[in-house]
């Protein structure tokens, strides 16, 4: 007898689009995935920048708790890489080649900044939001001290889906007997 999953046909209470007030509430390392850009493979370590926003939900199990929105990023201060930009965005100043050399990402946790989010359509064709831009705080606006401050089960989920994690599980399998073929193991 077949199993089948389906979509329930819910749907979650959209984050509100334009200028929104926000604050990082935490940084996850969700290890090295393997991607396709311009028909070429590619490693990229990742991470994820979640933020809460000053918005509360209005709706469902979660009416009153504020949104929150996240963006994946490649783990790197390349002058083409994303985070580079957001984060000179964000911060209102370019890098200096000293910052270059690290920056700690765990620094921009409890910082304020605006978001400028923007509707997206989703591959199920859904409809849903995603950061187009980053800024400062507007001086003499109140910052925001987030409540949300434990990454949610989606992260841990990605991370076990890392290039290490996979490594460290095939590492195991060897030791104990079993393979990742083998079906009595856990998804």
Known sequence: MALIAKSTGESFELAPTGNQQAVCAFVCDIGTHKSTYQGKELERHQVVVCWELAEKMTKGEYAGKPFMLSKFYTLSLNEKASLRHDLDAWRGIAFTPEELKGFDLEKIIGANC??????????????????????????????????????????????????????????????NGTTPEDPTLPF
Do not use: H, V, Y
């Open 114 to 175: 605006l978001l400028n989010i923007i509707e997206s359509d989703r591959q199920d064709g859904s409809k849903g939001r995603k950061i187009a831009s980053i800024s400062p705080l507007i001086k003499g606006m109140p910052k925001l001290k987030a409540i949300n401050t434990t990454p949610p089960a989606w992260i841990a989920e990605k991370r076990a889906q890392s290039i290490e994690a996979l490594e460290s599980f095939g590492e195991t399998a060897q030791n």
